[in-house]
């Protein structure tokens, strides 16, 4: 029975997850694309998962999964730098990654419940939540954002990545931690804030494809 390298899987994981994520984060109802809504108008939001529920679970599934199976790639990719240039830095990245990705799973799960909480009886309960998740999820864009500001920076530190291509990844870690500080501050710049966000992802996720891609070739 054949098998695969830990290297080779870590770097169909970096490709394959991130992926994933970004595609069902930018289709989740309230989101990008489906029945837009503004983060800041948490009734807005939770009415348009309400009114996609099947979408809504499915990317409330599929996003957490597709984050894990990045961290996973991504946990491999720092322990390649181990003993070299870079590695004490990325380290220091990997567990601010980790926690935002937990929260967005928590989110994730609850939004789920959310989009099938249809009884008046929970009355204003729904939106209340939905503030939680707001906060939670600008929470993990600060914290994803300062972990892919120091990974990528790290990485731009060796030999065998392209650094110019790390220093852009590193720069939008750096924007995406700032729009996360000033969309929780500020709540009528959060909407804004949010896009550029997802642009801030959508430049990582290809950062690490083609990171992923390379790791899967090295063997």
């Known amino acids: ?15 394959v997850g991130p992926i994933l994520a970004l595609v069902c984060y930018f289709i989740t109802p309230g989101g990008m694309f489906i029945d837009t809504a503004n983060p800041a108008a948490p009734g807005e939001v ?14 409330g599934i599929l996003v957490p999964v597709g984050l894990i199976i990045f961290f996973s790639g991504l946990s491999q990719f720092v322990a390649n730098m181990s003993g070299g240039n870079g590695h004490a830095i990325a380290r220091l990245g ?63 530190l060796r030999d065998e990545n392209n650094s110019y291509l790390a220093y852009v990844a590193s720069l939008a870690g750096v924007v995406a931690a700032v729009t996360g500080v000033i969309g929780g501050l ?20 290809i950062w690490s494809v083609i990171i992923g891609l390379s790791m899967s070739s090295s063997d």
């Not at 029975?1 to 490709?15: E, H, P, R």
């Not at 998962?49 to 979408?55: E, H, M, R, V, Y």
């Not at 500020?186 to 996720?205: A, H, K, P, R, W």
């Open 186 to 205: 500020n709540s009528d710049q959060l909407e804004l804030m949010t896009m550029i966000g997802g642009i801030c992802f959508l430049v990582f996720t």
């Open 1 to 15: 029975m054949g098998t695969i390298s830990v290297n080779k899987l870590a770097g169909y994981s970096m490709v």
């Open 94 to 156: 990997t567990p601010m990654v980790l926690i935002a990705i937990i929260g967005w799973v928590v989110g994730s799960g609850i939004s789920i419940g959310l989009s099938n909480a249809t009884d008046p009886v929970l009355g204003a309960g729904p939106v209340t939540v939905q503030i939680g998740i707001t906060a939670v999820s600008t929470l993990g864009t600060i914290l994803f954002g300062l972990g892919a500001m120091l990974i990528a920076g790290a990485a731009s």
């Open 46 to 59: 939770v009415a348009a998962l309400q009114g996609n529920a099947t979408l809504a679970g499915i990317t």
